[in-house]
């Protein structure tokens, strides 16, 4: 390091009062060095270059000194957005290091940040001790009308350690609370938070240069869009394998537990499910390199390392230490042996189910088929290869449409809820099953030249009744489906306004200027345009708004695009041309009629709405109180209301809710029964969904009006597109 460098690591250390030591020594791989390495020096060059670039980033922005405040602002935010370890005399030491932050992106002078995520290490280790040292004393008494007021976001940052201790023993008192609450005893109490802040402080222990350089970096990317990110190269090969719904490994799921690696989920088809050796529960200790190699002991290891360890290419072998579920941790380890595959994670896969709707009087009954995609999926890789099995929404959709023809359904619902996005080529694709050729999405690039993604395919795969239920949740490519299914007059669209993004990005390799051979720099998602319906208008900020409107369960004002500061604003284009399939403005107001009608008498959706509007009431509060007696009444209340509904449930002859007996048990995740908490989630899966039900019930509400009214039929279908299965 340059000599230069050198003091002014030292400068800033001593300005924030951490230790160069802490900084330097080589404390494993979680020291966080004084300075960058080469790699990471060259990576933010490469960063800065791409992101001030207008010919790469759609909106580039000057790295000025507002900017310079503006990471550091997100930087802040990234370590401590609870406002729980730093103070604002800490926040005043940062604030003379905003200027250099520039070079730190521009040059790779990270220096600055390095000692502010080193602070931040030593905050949290120093905020454990004292939340450990609160389990001894005896601070719980409940009694009072003091709260807890657990959204911190828009508070100011405490102003001394005092003021911070006084935030700490609310969050501690309120922790304390829950468990007493679900019945566990004073003892248990404490060893139960003790090891959990005890996990926390190991956890932060274990973050190394490598954390603190992406989490800066991203307070930069950020500071340009929302939705521009740096991958470092794991994180890149992550991302990539979520877009692929498939990894190469020995196909489980794994969580962390205290210090251990344990078994979350064996997934089905995988090398670790087929050899019929390994149960949910079960202890990774040990990991090797093929049957001969030595095994190295993971206990303590941070998840994503020990991952690391274990995936590897297909038909290699890798070996395991294992403690069974049911054995002590002193228990001698099993050593297993496995060969590697390719397995495909189902679970985002999309699904179908087919919900019956009665016929009123002499009418048939309507099956109507549902087609679940929670993400637009696609093995870019494969599909270069020509890999004529690679994964892919549109072909997964196809295939269930297929199924659907062939089972003689009536209508399709393609639920999209909480899908928030993926490939913009499967978007199109997979708005292609549904229309006969024509503009999807038009794509603004920054130098304001318009380019229209088109489905050029002939023919449809679904040509019937069709529905597409959104939430909140629905974002971009799920935005750009459901409202080109609306400008055309395709289908129905139903549920909640969706989150409102509106840009492309696109993932730029940065290994591919230097021309490495191996993974060094990582990638950048960067945002390259913005995209317009065929109807001109953009979803950014404002979304798509549903034909038929479902309740409210998160306010645009706490979710959403609209809810970040630096997002584009809404704005629209010239439409292009494209068919009207139909236009089912005369029909809203029948369909409304009967929806709100059939709710009023639908149990199941009421309960769902009464719980929709507590959730926003409490939230709202942004506090919870601290007296057991309130806490206690509130919590009976809840219980008393799910076995009354479970109860009502068996009078009318409804599905029973298999959580209805599921209460606060004040545990985190990962302090769980592991086996039990995946039951859990499995049973979740199987609850009644309302919304699903009626956004059924809905369609076949229209294919009613419609067979049943010839003048309403030729306004809402004209004859020369009306295609014939929506009007029998």
């Given amino acids: 390091m340059k000599a230069s460098r050198l003091i002014s690591a030292a400068l800033i250390a001593v300005a924030l009062s951490v230790p160069l030591a802490l900084m330097a020594r080589a404390d494993g791989e979680s020291a966080i060095p004084a300075s960058p390495s080469v790699d990471q020096v060259r990576t933010a060059q490469l960063v800065h270059g791409l992101l001030s670039d207008s010919r790469y980033a759609y909106r580039p922005r000057p790295l000025d000194a507002e900017m310079e405040r503006d990471i550091g602002r997100r930087y802040l935010e990234a370590l401590d957005s609870g406002k729980m370890f730093f103070t604002a005399a800490d926040v005043a030491r940062f604030e003379p290091l905003a200027p250099e932050l520039g070079m730190a992106v521009r040059k790779g002078h990270l220096e600055p940040a390095f000692a ?19 389990l001894k004393q005896d601070i719980f008494d409940f009694t009072g009308d003091d709260r807890w007021e657990y959204d911190r976001k828009d508070a100011p940052w405490p102003a001394d350690k005092a003021a911070l201790d006084a935030v700490w023993r609310q969050s501690v008192r309120n922790d304390w609370l829950r468990l007493q609450l679900a019945g566990r005893e004073p003892a248990q109490i404490r060893e139960t938070l003790d090891r959990r802040y005890r996990n926390l402080a190991n956890n932060v222990a274990q973050l190394n240069g490598e954390d603190a350089f992406q989490s800066f970096l991203n307070a930069y990317t950020a500071s340009i869009d929302p939705h521009t990110d740096y991958f470092n190269p794991r994180s890149t090969e992550l991302f990539n394998q979520s877009m692929s719904l498939s990894l190469e490994g020995i196909g489980a799921q794994l969580q962390r537990q205290d210090d251990v690696i344990v078994i979350r989920e064996l997934i089905a088809g995988g090398p ?53 579920a049911e054995a002590g941790m002193d228990s001698e380890p099993v050593q297993i042996v496995l060969t590697r595959a390719r397995v495909r994670l189902e679970e985002q896969a999309a699904k179908s189910e087919v919900i019956e709707i009665p016929g009123s009087g002499d009418a048939a009954d309507t099956r109507v088929g549902v087609i679940k995609l929670p993400a637009f999926y696609q093995d870019f890789q494969g599909r270069r290869n020509r890999d004529g099995d690679y994964a892919s929404a549109t072909r997964d959709v196809a295939r269930l449409l297929e199924e659907f023809k062939a089972d003689g359904i009536d209508g399709v619902v393609l639920d999209l809820r909480n899908n928030g996005g993926g490939s913009l080529n499967e978007a199109v694709e997979l708005t292609g099953l549904f229309i006969d050729t024509g503009p999807v999405v038009q794509v603004r690039e920054s130098g304001g ?20 239920l959104i939430n909140r949740g629905s974002a971009s490519a799920s935005e750009i489906v459901a409202g080109a299914i609306q400008d055309y007059g395709r289908g129905l669209v139903i549920g909640e306004t969706t989150f409102g993004k509106g840009t492309v990005q696109n993932l730029v390799d940065l290994d591919r200027w230097p021309g490495n051979e191996q993974q060094r720099f990582g990638s950048v998602k960067l945002t390259v345009a913005q995209f317009f319906l065929p109807g001109g208008s953009s979803t950014q900020n404002r979304g798509v708004v549903p034909d038929v409107m479902f309740p409210v369960t998160v306010d645009a ?19 292009v041309p494209h068919t009207r399939y139909g236009d089912f403005a005369t029909l809203l107001p029948r369909l409304n009629v009967l929806h709100e009608a059939r709710i009023d008498e639908d149990a199941e959706f009421s309960w769902w709405v009464e719980d929709v509007e507590e959730f926003r009431a409490e939230r709202a509060k942004k506090y919870v109180v601290l007296n057991e007696a309130e806490r206690r009444a509130e919590r009976d209340r809840q219980e008393q209301k799910r076995r009354d509904r479970q109860a009502q449930r068996r009078e009318l002859g409804l599905p029973l809710d298999p959580l209805a007996e599921d209460t606060d048990d004040g545990l985190f995740a990962n302090e769980r029964d592991i086996a039990l908490d995946t039951a859990r989630e499995k049973a979740a899966e199987e609850r009644p969904d309302p919304l699903l039900q009626e956004s059924a019930a809905i369609l076949a509400d229209a294919m009613h009006l419609l067979n049943s009214d010839h003048h309403l039929q030729a306004q809402v279908l004209p004859e020369s597109t009306r295609p014939n299965s929506w009007a029998r």
């Avoid at 002991?297 to 360890?309: L, S």
């Avoid at 318009?450 to 529905?467: C, H, M, Q, Y």
């Avoid at 695009?561 to 439409?575: K, M, Q, V």
């Fill in 449 to 468: 030249r318009v380019s229209v993604e088109a489905d050029r395919n002939p023919g449809v795969a679904w040509e019937g009744p069709l529905a597409v």
């Fill in 272 to 324: 670790a499910a087929l050899s019929g050796k390994f149960r949910v529960g079960d202890r990774i200790v040990g990991v090797g390199q093929g049957a001969d190699g030595a095994v190295e002991d993971v206990v303590g290891w941070r998840i994503d390392d020990v991952v690391e360890k274990i995936k590897g290419p297909k038909d290699t072998q890798v070996k395991l230490e294992v403690i069974p």
């Fill in 116 to 134: 502010i995520f080193a602070l931040y290490k030593e905050r949290v280790a120093e905020r454990v001790e004292h939340a450990r040292g609160l």
């Fill in 557 to 575: 004002s706490e979710f959403g695009e609209s809810t970040n500061d630096n997002a584009l604003p809404w704005t629209r284009i010239a439409a």
